[in-house]
């Protein structure tokens, strides 16, 4: 496995505690991060030199206490990784409102006020990492295929989250340029259906239409992440990479 050098780099991953947030707190170690991980309650610590926090990344007033008491123990923030999500299924016409908004207040607010949070601290030290998870749902209208299959509709559909994540797509464009004369790269890694509790009742025949035949594995993430927070990529901005297996092609 690639190591990618990120010795001395303090990273905070929101999200620590899930698949995807575990696998990148793992790689981001590997390469000698110092960690900060975040949930809505206190993950396992990945490494010696790990610390964990619980915070609803849903309230702006945990998030602003989350970034600052990060501050306080480390020193900086170098890496901001936004792992943290929810998401939920059914048909557009049976979404409440409610849902909807829950779903956007985690995936697309909480990432816009963490963002917002260490644009000041990133600028003052003249180098920052900011990558989010997207997906591949921002894309490709959902993965269901109705016309052939309702079933798969109440089972795979998820229009909250990918609006949530399309609009977590444009945020960073748009942060990109803004931040890029300043030493901070800000991208989204946009994977497709992941192995995870998440994905456990993902349809056999939607599995079937990724061209490599599987679903892709929290590891395969993470690497593209930790490449990113690199100082190596520091060319590399205002990009959406996708990590989908071919299931969706740009």
Not at 90 to 103: P, T
Not at 156 to 182: F, I, P, Q, R, T
């Amino acid at each position: 496995m690639t190591r990618f050098a990120l010795d001395g780099l303090v990273a905070l991953v929101t999200g620590g505690g899930g698949m995807i947030g575990q696998a990148v707190a793992r790689r981001l170690a590997d390469g000698g991060a110092r960690l900060a991980l975040a949930d809505r309650h206190r993950p396992a610590p990945v490494g010696p030199n790990s610390r964990t926090y619980a915070a609803d990344l849903a309230d702006e007033a945990d998030i602003m206490s989350l970034i600052g008491q990060v501050l306080a123990d480390f020193g900086r923030i170098d890496c901001l990784i936004h792992a943290a999500g929810v998401t939920s299924t059914g048909s557009f016409e049976s979404m409440s409102a409610d849902e909807w908004d829950r779903v956007h207040a985690v995936n697309l607010r909480g990432v816009f006020l963490a963002n917002r949070s260490v644009i000041s601290p990133m600028r003052e030290q003249g180098f920052g990492r900011i990558v989010t998870i997207g997906s591949v749902l921002a894309k490709n209208g959902g993965n269901p295929r109705p016309w052939i299959d309702a079933g798969e509709q109440a089972r795979a559909g998820n229009a909250a989250y990918g609006a949530a994540k399309a609009g977590v797509h444009a945020m960073s464009l748009y942060l990109a340029k803004e931040l890029a004369g300043d030493g901070i790269t800000v991208n989204v890694v946009a994977p497709g259906p992941i192995a995870s509790p998440m994905t456990s009742d993902f349809p056999e025949a939607l599995v079937r239409q990724i061209p490599v035949g599987r679903l892709g594995q929290p590891d395969e993430v993470a690497s593209a992440v930790a490449w990113l927070c690199t100082r190596e990529a520091a060319f590399v901005t205002g990009e959406i990479i996708d990590v989908n297996g071919g299931l969706w092609m740009d």
